[in-house]
């Protein structure tokens, strides 16, 4: 249970560097937006193993949204972490099959080219020897 103490008996000095009730510190600087930049420090002093009570009291902004911060943060990482690079062999793969469309469509056209002509297709055809 926490003690009830009269204000008159706590001196001046104790209430200096105390909180407010709306979380800011009295020392720590105000700001109403944070940048990306300032964000991502403090978040990575949280990574490095400050405590969070310290740096929340130091920056004035809430244990609650610290946390958020860094799981955003830790979020953000596991998705760059699961991006892949290019094979390369999946890329000469999506080049040939792209190369087998554009000749499908070609061989296609000049069939239709050569019936249209009133020549015989090119298929069934038989050599000459």
Do not use: Y
């Not at 204000?7 to 009730?21: D, K, N, T, Y």
């Not at 610290?66 to 955003?72: A, G, H």
């Not at 793969?93 to 469309?101: F, I, K, P, S, T």
């Amino acid at each position: 249970m926490l003690k009830k103490v009269k204000v008159e008996a706590v001196g001046p000095e104790a209430l200096e560097g105390a909180r407010s009730a709306t979380g800011s510190a009295s020392g720590a600087a105000e700001f109403k937006r944070w940048s990306t930049g300032r964000k991502r420090s403090v978040v990575l002093r949280l990574l490095r193993g400050e405590p969070v009570d310290a740096v929340s009291r130091e920056v004035g902004v809430t244990i609650a949204e610290l946390e958020q911060w860094r799981e955003l943060a830790l979020a953000g990482m596991e998705a760059g972490l699961k991006a892949r690079t290019a094979d390369p062999l999946e890329v000469r793969l999506n080049d040939a099959m792209r190369r087998v469309g554009e000749l499908t469509m070609e061989n296609e056209i000049l069939r239709k080219e050569r019936e249209r002509q009133g020549r015989a297709p090119l298929t069934g055809r038989r050599s000459s020897k």
